[in-house]
């Protein structure tokens, strides 16, 4: 077992995408060479990790180890819509670089995985993990999701520094739920702008909804995703706008307006901002 901290990490991402579970979705129990994240958006579903059950809602993360044994059942009477991240912790160019298949728990044998890891700092990284809340993580995944279905130049290196502001995200998480009381406060905002992302959101209004300075709430919310108010809120437009323009035959025009953007130049120079691309790249 090779033994490291989190600053010897070096993400390699071998698959990265949004995914729709129909209704009557099921696994039986396998396990994955690499290590696998799964982020749920929206739905429901029931998870099991060893011999452990979880019930996943909208902000649901699960991350394990090859090691783990697991299935996914959605229990939702529609489609449930998840992130999936295959992923090592350390890149090593002698490992295959495509997407794994699963192997069944019956054929499944030790030697499969493709790392056997443990952390010293946070020992949580190399064990079944569950968090709820992590709505947060959504813009990142977002553009995760958008490098690895249009990928670009440098693409690998992109998901490679997109994949370690996760980890570090859950690290924090992590080490804060061990030591702190989270604050539930921050947690709310987030929930706030992900649900009005079309309203009006300047600082100002989300400090009047709240009843706190506007400074108070920046300097959290900024404490927390690594982004100040007005950027949180701008990435998080941005990454239902791209979700709108992979999906959806709507204009442009549309989708600005839907995701809270009273200009069509300045969601352009946005979007443009944070992807590289305009977003007619993605509609074309």
């Known amino acids: 077992m090779q033994k490291i901290n989190l600053n010897d990490i070096n993400p390699y991402v071998r698959f990265s995408k949004t995914m729709i579970l129909p209704y009557d979705f099921s696994t039986n129990d396998v396990h994955a060479c ?6 749920f958006y929206s739905g429901a579903a029931k998870v099991k990790m060893n011999e452990r059950t979880y019930q996943a809602s909208r902000g649901s993360l699960f991350l394990y180890p090859s090691s783990t044994k697991y299935s996914i059942i ?17 890149t090593d160019d002698a490992r295959p670089a495509s997407p794994i298949p ?51 130049m440098h693409d690998t290196i992109m998901l490679r520094l997109l994949m370690h502001q ?80 992979q999906t959806t035959n709507l204009s442009i025009t549309e989708v600005a307006e839907r995701v809270g953007f009273s200009s069509i130049k300045h969601f352009s120079q946005t979007f443009k901002s944070i992807y590289g691309y ?7």
């Open 74 to 90: 959605n229990t939702h009477e529609g489609d449930t819509k998840i992130m999936s991240i295959n992923f090592d912790y350390i």
């Open 166 to 245: 996760v980890l570090i995200y859950i690290a924090r998480r992590v080490t804060l739920g061990t030591g702190q009381k989270r604050s539930g406060f921050v947690d709310q905002v987030i929930d706030y702008i992900q649900e009005n992302y079309a309203s009006d959101l300047s600082n100002e209004s989300i400090g009047k909804y709240f009843n706190y300075h506007p400074n108070y709430i920046n300097r959290v919310v900024q404490k927390r995703t690594g982004q100040s108010l007005h950027q949180y809120v701008l990435s998080c437009r941005v990454s239902k706008a791209l979700d709108m323009l």
């Open 102 to 152: 699963t192997i069944s728990d019956k054929l499944w044998n030790p030697a499969d995985a493709l790392e056997d890891i443990a952390f010293e700092d946070i020992p949580q990284l190399g064990e079944p993990l569950h968090l709820d809340t992590m709505q947060s993580l959504e813009p990142i995944f977002g553009e995760m999701t958008n490098e690895f279905v249009s990928p670009k």
């Open 34 to 39: 690499d290590i696998r994240l799964v982020y």
């Open 278 to 284: 305009s977003p007619i790249h993605f509609r074309d």
